[in-house]
């Protein structure tokens, strides 16, 4: 079992920045993939990005890559995303996601197995 708990949502200015973090609880959590996903209001939860296990393959929506960044570090159970150039189409909740096994870049939020309880991004025009 892993508990995600999400922080670092906010209201910015378009064009700035927030960077979002998700801590882990359980051992296992170096052996989840991790992912980040976000619903606006009225809309299906979409993928943003995710990563494997080693962090070694990540993956990323068209519409954020090249502005956010995904990244874990095991060592304190938390991964982590850099959201740059904030669009006021980015706001939404985000969810940090973890899957227990092996991860091929699937944008399926039900291929996650577990969920955390989600964070208020809100980008002003």
């Known amino acids: 079992q892993v508990q995600l708990v999400e922080s670092g949502g906010g209201l910015v200015q378009a064009g700035g920045s927030l960077r979002l973090s998700c801590v882990a609880s359980g051992r296992a959590f170096r052996t989840y993939a991790m992912g980040w996903f976000r619903q606006a209001p009225g809309k299906e939860r979409m993928f943003v990005a995710a990563?494997?296990?080693?962090?070694?393959?990540?993956y990323y929506a068209d519409s954020v890559r090249g502005r956010f960044t995904i990244s874990r570090d095991s060592a304190k159970n938390t991964v982590s995303l850099q959201m740059n150039s904030l669009k006021p189409e980015d706001t939404a909740v985000y969810y940090c996601a973890a899957r227990s096994t092996y991860y091929s870049g699937s944008a399926d939020p039900g291929q996650f197995n577990y969920w955390g309880q989600g964070t208020q991004v809100t980008v002003s025009s």
């Open positions: 990563l494997n296990w080693s962090g070694s393959m990540i």
